[in-house]
C-alpha cells in the first residue's frame, strides 16, 4: 500500500468539504474493493476519505411503496433485515450472497454501486428494479447509472446517500458464479411490478445492462418458457479464463429462465 | 494409560495451542533489530537485463541495502543445486543450467528475482522496491511445454539451446512395441495433466540472522525439511560451515511439496544478513506465491494400452513431456521420472511397459514435487486408460481391473518396483459396497428426471512411499541419503523427549509418533514429547515429504526404542541381580521372568542418572539413545477410489455427490489423522480435476495470479467424504506402516474424471480435459449435440 | 503522518499511533503481538485473518486499523477463558478441524459468528457460510463437522 492522508468525517456535509478540498481523495465505504486495490498498488490515491462514521448515510425504511437503503448500509444488515424481506425478498437474498460472510460485514450499497464493478451483484438489482439513486446532489434513475466497467453517472465530489427500491410483485435472482472469485460470470435480475417487467444481467458485459428483448417477451408471458428461444448474441460480451462469450451468451437465456422461475416459486 | 496405542484416534497433542493462536508460524518471529526485505520480480517471461539502477532506491527512506545478482556474483554466492541427476538416454547427464538466487543478466520467468530491498520496515521497502529501474531488453518466451522444442522455440538457456533437460526413458521397448503390433486392442488418449500452484494457506516465509560473536547464523524458515535446506545452502550456495548454521522450521502451515525445496529468498537474506548485520524477515504476499512458489504437474502425454480382446492387458507405451519451468528445482528432475514412470503398472500385471519422457525448460515458473508428485500423473495415465479401454470393449469397468490385478506378492513389475504386499480386489469389493454402486442405475435415473447427467469413475490407484533405500535412489541418480534419523531422550524421571528428522507441517507427528514411542515403552502419551524442525536440537534428518514420515521417520524412533529398552534390560539386571537374558520388558516394568521382581522403567531411568548402584565398569551412566533407519523398499499403499457426480447440461457444472476411498496404508497408527490426510487429499485431486489449473499467457503472464483466478476448493464445492482403510501390513518395517500423505490427490482426478465421462458417454464423449470448468463440459455436450 | 488510535482488543484498551496504511491485521500481530490472526492472502479471500469487530467477523486484512477507531475488537486469543475452550474450539479439536493450523484461527472465529446468526445449521448453512475461509489440509470434510458439533455445543 502506498501511503495516504486520511480523513474520518462525522457528517456529510464535512466529508463534501473534504472531497472538494481534496479533488483526488476516494472516499471509503466498506472497503471490501477498494483495499486489496490498494494492496496490490492497483490504486494509490493521496487521500482517503472514510465515510463509515456517518449514520445519516445508514438505514432501512419503507415508505409509500418503495424501500429505501442509504448507502452505507452494510449487505449483511440487507440480507438480515425484515423490513427488505417483507417487501423484495430477492433483494435480501441477492445481498446474502455478496462476496462472503465476512465481505459482506463490511461491504456496502453504495460502495458496490459507486465501483461498478462488472461482475457485482447489486447493479442487477438496482437495474432489475428500477430503482433510483439519489446523490447529494440529485436523484439519479438506474437506468442512467451504470456507463461503463468501473464508471457510473456519478460526477467529482458526488456522493450515493441512499437507493430508492420500487416494491415489485415478484422478483428474484440467479447467479452463475465465477469459480475462483465467486463473483458473478452471469447473474440475472428479474423483476415484475405494476405493468413493467425487468431483466437485468451483471457479470456478462462491461457493466450490468437490461436484456430488453427478454422484457418485451416476458411482458406478455412471465414464464421460463417465453424466453427459452431467445439466443443472445455473444458480440460485446465479456471473456476471460473463466468463461467466454459464448459461453456467457448462453447462460444470460439459462439463468434468466431460472431467475423467472424462481420469482414465480417466491424464492 | 499404558493400554496399547497403536490404533486409537487420540486427540492431537498440537491442537490447543493452534486453537488459541499460540501456534508459532515463521511470520510469528520477531527478532531484535530485524530489518524487513522485498524482493523484486522481474514483470517479463524472458528479458535481457541491460542494467539495473538502484540509486533512487538506496536513498530512499528508510532503506539499510540494496542487492542485486552481481551484489551476489561478485560475493561468490553459488546457484541453487539439483538433488537428483538424470542420465539421459543418450547417456548424457541432464542439463543444469545455473540458477543464480538473484538473476544474473537475464531474467527467466514473471517473478523471478531481480533485487532485494532491505528497509526498516516493509512499507519502506516495498515504496523503495519501486524505485529500482531496471532496463529489460523483452525477449521471445517459451510458455508451453508442447512448444519448447518446436524449431524457432527462443531458448531459455544457452546450456540447453532446445530446452531439452533430459530424453529418459524405462522399460522394454523392444517387448512393448512386439505386443502392440500384436494386440487385439489398443486403446490411446492424449491429454495434458493440468499444471497447479500449491497454495499452503500459510505464504513461505523466513527470517535470517548473524552473530558477530560466535560468527552463526539463524534461519527460520517454512521448510519441510531444515537439514535438507541447511546442507544444500551452506555446502552448495554460500559455502558456509554447516555447523555455524542453524535452521529451524516452526511451526509451518502446511507444504504440500512446495516447502520441500532450498528457495532463492531464504538463501539470499542469509547471506544478506552477515552483510549488514542485522536479522531480517521476509514473508510472502499471496501474489508472490503465486509467480514463485515451485507448481506442480504440467505433463502433456500420449499413452497407450494394448490388450487382448478378454481385456487382458498386454503393454503400455506412454510418451510425456514435462515442464521444468525456467530452472531446476531442488528434486525437479526426478519427478517426471522416477517417481512417474516406475508407477505405470498401476496394480496391474501388464507385462511390459515403455516409458519416454523429454524434460523441457521454458519461461515459467520452476516445476517440482506437488503432493503425490509424479504418481498423480501415473494414476491419471492408467486409470484413464483402463476405464476408456472397459468403454471400448464394452466390459465392466471393475471385472477388468480385477481381471488384471496383482494377486500374488511381492510382484516385480516391469518398471523396476517390487512391491511387498496388497490385497486390490479387497479394497476394491469394499469401495464397491460403500459406495453402493448396485444402487448407481437408480440414481442415474432418477437424476435423469430432474435433467442431470449422473456419472460413476473408479480410479485404483498405487504408490511408491517410504521414500527410499538410499542404494537404490542413488542407483537412480539421488545425490543424498533418503534415511531418517531419531533420537530418544529418557529424563531421569521416566518421562521422554523424542527428536525426529521428519517434519509435521499439519500431519500431526506430534501424537502419532508419541503413540508410537509411548505404545512402544509402555507409557502415557502425556509423558512423551515429539521435537521436530530444528538443525539445532535434531541430530540430522531428511524431513517430510513422499508420504515417508512414519515408515522411514517412525521406523527410525522405533529403533531408538529398541536400544533404550536394551540398555534398559541390562541396567535392570543389574538392579535385579538377574541374568539380562532373564529380564523381559513389558509395558513399562522390567523384570525377572517368572518371578515378581521387577523396576519401573522411571526407576531405571533415574538409576541411569543417578548410577550410585549401577554397572559402571560394563555400562556408560544416562538414558538417551539415537538411531538412523534406511528402508530395504519403498512401501505400496493402494486403494480404490470411486467418485459419484451429477452434472447440470445447461450449465456444464459439475457436483460431486458422493466419494469414497477405500485405503490400505498398512498399519494404522490414528485412524483420526490417517481419514483427515485422505480427506485433504481427496480435496486436492478433485481440486485438480474440477477447478484447479494454473493459466499463462502466450507470453509467459500467469493469468491465474490471485485467489481471483485460481480456483481453490471451498466447503460448499465438496462433499463429506466416505472413507474407510483395509490393513495388509508393510512386510519390511516394523510398525507395517505404508504412509497416507498423498494417496487422496494421487486417486481422485482420474475417478472424478472417469465420472465425467461416464456421465457424457451416452453422448459420445471419450475424453475431458482438467479442470473439467463449466465451460468445457458444456462445450462437449455442444458438440455431441450437434453431432 | 501518524495518526492516534485506540480500541478495545479482547477486552483490554489498545492503542497507538500508526501510520493510516496500517491494516487491522497488521496492528494487531506487529503492535500487539497478537499473532494468532494470520495473513494468508492479499486479496481478501482466504480469510486466515477473520476477527470480529463489533461482533461481526471481518477480514483484519481488508480493512484499516483507522477503521476500527474505537471498535471492539475479538481476537482468536480472546475466546476462550482461563485456558477453558470456547466451545467451538473444543468442537474443532474433538472432530480433528484442524491440521496444519494456520487457517485455524479466522476458521474458528467466523464459525463462531455464524452460529450465532444461525444457532441451528444445516449441512449447506456451514459450508455456505465458510465460502470466505480457506483449508488447504482438510478437504473441510472434519471443519465441517466440527462446526455443526460446534453449533450444538454452543446451545448448551
Redesign the interface.
Known sequence: MRAFDYHRPATLKEALSLLRKNQDARPLAGGQSLIPALKLRLAGPPALVDLGAIEELRGIRIDSGTLAIGALTRHSEVASSRDVAMSIPALARLADGIGDRQVRNLGTLGGALANNDPAADYPAAVLGLGATITTNKRAIAADKFFTGLYETALRPGEIITSVAFPLPKRAAYVKFRNPASRFAIVGVFVSEGAGTVRVAVTGAANCAFRARAMEKKLASGFTPEAIARIKVPPDGLNSDLHASAEYRAHLITVIAQRAVAAALAGK | MNAPLIGQSI??K????????????T??V?LAGQAHACFLRSPHAHARIRGIDTTRARAAAGVVAVFTGDDLARAKVGGLPCGWLITGTDGQPMKEPPHPPLAQGKVRYVGDHVAVVIAETL?QA??AA?LIEVDYESLPAVVQAADARKPGAPAVHDAAPDNTCYVWALGDKAAVDRAFASAGHVTTLEFINNRLIP?????RAAVASYSRADDAYTLYVTTQNPHVERLLMTAFVLGLPEHKVRVIAP????G?GSKIYLYAEETVLTWASRQINRPIKW?A???ESFLSDAHGRDHVTRAELALDKSGKFLAMRVTTTANMGAYLSTFASCIPTILYATLLAGQYTTPAIYCEVTAVFTNTTPVDAYRGAGRPEATYVVERLVETAARELKMDRADIRRRNFIKEFPYQTPVALLYDTGDYDATLTEAIKLADVAGFEARRKEAEKRGKLRGLGYSTYIEACGIAPSNVAGALGARAGLYEAGEIRVHPTGSVTVFTGSHA????HETTFAQVVADRLGMSIENVDIVHGDTGRILFGMGTYGSRSIAVGGTAIMKAADKIIAKGRKIAAHLLEAAETDIEYERGIFKVAGTDRKKTFAEVAFAAYVPHNYPLDKLEPGLNESAFYDPTNFTFPAGSHICELEIDP??G?TRIVNFTAVDDFGKVINP??V???V??????GIGQAL?EGC?YDKDGQL??G?????????????P??KVATRETPCTHNPLGVKGCGEA?AIGAPAAVINAIVDALGPLGVRDVEMPA???RV??LIQSANKK | MGIAVSMTVNGKAAGADIDPRTLLVHFLRDQLRLTGTHVGCDTGQCGACTVHVNGRAVKACNILTVQAQGAEVVTIEGISRDGELHPMQSAFRDHHGLQCGFCTPGMVMNAIELVQNHPDPSEDTVRAGLEGNFCRCTGYHNIVKAVLAGAAAMKR
Open positions: 486427540k492431537r498440537e491442537d490447543y495451542r493452534f486453537l488459541t493462536g499460540g501456534g508459532q508460524f511470520d510469528d520477531t512499507n516495498r515504496d519501486e497454495n499452503a494457506i500459510e505464504p511451526d509451518v502451515g502446511g504440500f514473508t504476499e499471496r501474489s507441517h499439519g500431519q500431526g445447461d450449465t457444472q483420526m489423522i481419514e483427515g490426510q480427506h485433504g487429499g481427496l480435496a486436492q477447478l493459466a493469468l491465474t490471485t485467489y481471483m483466478d485460481y480456483a481453490m476448493p471451498r466447503a460448499d464445492d465438496l463429506f467424504f487422496g470448468t463449466p465451460e458444456w462445450r
